[in-house]
């Protein structure tokens, strides 16, 4: 049993700040990548963010200089913080995580978050 859940989406002007926090709980032995990602209504899902378990980052050409991800290895949790905010931000924003399972020591699974709602609006 592993579960990530996300929190810190809402509702921020432009020019704005929100953080994303995003947790992975259950029966983990260990965790690799860790990503943002992000969909809007009839556009596919594209990576925001990812980081490496060494803390090496990706950014999607939009975002960087704006959004930053880090991870809290001790506490499983990844996060991302997005400033400069811009209507075009607006997007469900998921977390995932390839996670190996106790039980499977050796198999990468991936996990995925239920999403949580950026809006950015004046």
């Known amino acids: 049993q592993v579960q990530l859940v996300e929190s810190g989406g809402g509702l921020v002007q432009p020019g704005g700040s929100l953080r994303l926090s995003c947790t992975a709980s259950g029966s983990i032995f260990s965790i690799n990548d860790m990503g943002w990602y992000r969909q809007t209504p009839g556009k596919q899902r594209e990576l925001v963010a990812r980081?490496?378990?060494?803390?090496?980052?990706n950014y999607a050409d939009s975002v960087k200089g704006r959004f930053t991800i880090s991870r809290d290895n001790a506490k499983n949790t990844v996060y991302l913080q997005m400033n400069s905010l811009a209507p075009e931000d607006t997007a469900v924003y998921s977390c995932?995580?390839?996670?190996?399972?106790?039980?499977?020591?050796?198999?990468?699974?991936?996990?995925w978050g239920q999403g949580t709602q950026v809006t950015v609006s004046s």
């Open positions: 980081i490496t378990t060494g803390g090496s980052t």
């Open positions: 995932r995580a390839e996670v190996t399972r106790r039980a499977t020591i050796g198999v990468l699974f991936e996990y």
